[in-house]
């Protein structure tokens, strides 16, 4: 099965109202990475985490590394929040190799 | 912040021929890394590098080559390029120790006709 499960693999939110997206591993992961991928195709940082929580502005994502999950949390969103946001973790090694999944495609409507 | 770069952007190949996909990173790190994108499978690893002169089979690696000459370009070579191969292709950075955060070029779309 796949390493990475991510849920879920489709949302649709109205413009202020928030959701979390959810990454499962199967196996023990060092760091989780999340990005957005925007409408360009072009794959943008949010964040990296090791451990624990990180904020940037709407957006906070939490990484549990004993339980083997990882969440990303969108508040207040926004029309330009739209994409397809994928979670990839990095397995142990020096090769720091990422396992993505598959993705959820968010869509936000006025 | 890492600035990655891939050229071409956009690519028709025909069945059978030599593609060439070219990734440059600016950030001086020492690992790269392609990937390729379908629908339905996410993001997928297919060759690696850890430095100049090194490169190291993905999770996907068949029927493709990699080169890395410098610390700063790494490239993926299709020698017979095939239908299957048709994809939007990925070049990432990053660098172990610390934070190993990946940086991601803009995509190579890749039609293989």
């Known amino acids: 099965g796949d390493q990475v499960e991510q849920s879920p693999s489709a949302l649709s939110l109205h413009e202020g109202t928030g959701s979390a997206l959810r990454c499962n591993f199967t196996?023990?992961?060092?760091?989780v990475q999340w990005f957005q991928q925007n409408s360009r195709g072009s794959l943008i940082n949010l964040f990296y985490?090791?451990?624990g929580t990180k904020e940037n502005g709407r957006l906070k994502s939490t990484f549990n590394s004993k339980e083997s999950y990882s969440t990303l949390h969108i508040r207040d969103a926004q029309l330009e929040d739209s994409g397809t946001y994928f979670c990839?973790?990095?397995?142990?090694?020096?090769?720091?190799?990422?396992?993505f999944g598959k993705g959820t495609k968010l869509s936000v409507k006025s | 912040e890492a600035a990655v770069t891939q050229s071409p952007r956009n690519k028709v190949a025909v069945t059978g021929g030599k593609v060439t996909l070219s990734c440059n990173q600016t950030?001086?790190?020492?690992?790269m890394y392609w990937y390729r994108q379908d629908t339905g499978h996410g993001l997928r690893l297919i060759h690696y590098?850890?430095?100049?002169?090194?490169?190291e089979k993905g999770d996907i690696p068949d029927g493709y080559k990699a080169s890395r000459p410098s610390q700063e370009n790494f490239s993926l070579i299709l020698e017979l390029a095939t239908p299957s191969q048709t994809s939007v292709y990925f070049c990432?950075?990053?660098?172990?120790?610390?934070?190993?955060?990946?940086?991601f070029g803009p995509g190579t779309r890749l039609t293989v006709l």
């Open positions: 990839a973790a990095e397995s142990g090694g020096s090769n720091a190799k990422l396992t």
């Open positions: 590098s850890y430095g100049a002169g090194s490169t």
């Open positions: 196996t023990t992961m060092r760091a």
């Open positions: 990432a950075s990053g660098d172990i120790g610390g934070a190993n955060e990946q940086y």
């Open positions: 950030n001086n790190h020492n690992n």
């Open positions: 985490l090791a451990s």
